[in-house]
Nanobody
């Protein structure tokens, strides 16, 4: 069983920055792919980005590419989502998730464990 705890959310003005953290416990973090997703009010949860276990390769949704960066620190069992140039449309609850096969995909149904989410609100 893997537990995930997100933190770092909050209220920020447009064009500001935030860094979200997702701390994992249980399991072997270095062996997992990790994904970030978000859900805005009244909308379905959507993929934001992911990082693989091998080489730490990353990929992102087009809507955040060039603004968001995912990284991981296996020594701390933590994955990060650095968000720059935030826009009001980035307002959502952000979730991290574990892909136990070691890669990351856009398909949320492939993820095994989820955090409780952290709220990000971007004001205009």
């Amino acid at each position: 069983q893997v537990q995930l705890v997100e933190s770092g959310g909050g209220l920020v003005q447009a064009r500001g920055s935030l860094r979200l953290s997702c701390a994992a416990s249980g399991g072997t973090f270095s062996g997992y792919g990790m994904g970030w997703f978000r859900q805005a009010p009244g909308k379905e949860r959507e993929f934001v980005g992911g990082i693989s276990r091998i080489g730490g390769s990353t990929f992102y949704a087009d809507s955040v590419k060039g603004r968001f960066t995912i990284s991981r620190d296996n020594a701390k069992n933590t994955v990060y989502l650095r968000m720059n140039s935030l826009k009001p449309e980035d307002t959502a609850v952000y979730y991290c998730a574990v892909h136990h096969r070691g890669w990351a995909t856009t398909n949320q149904n492939e993820y095994d464990y989820w955090g409780q989410g952290t709220q990000v609100t971007v004001s205009s």
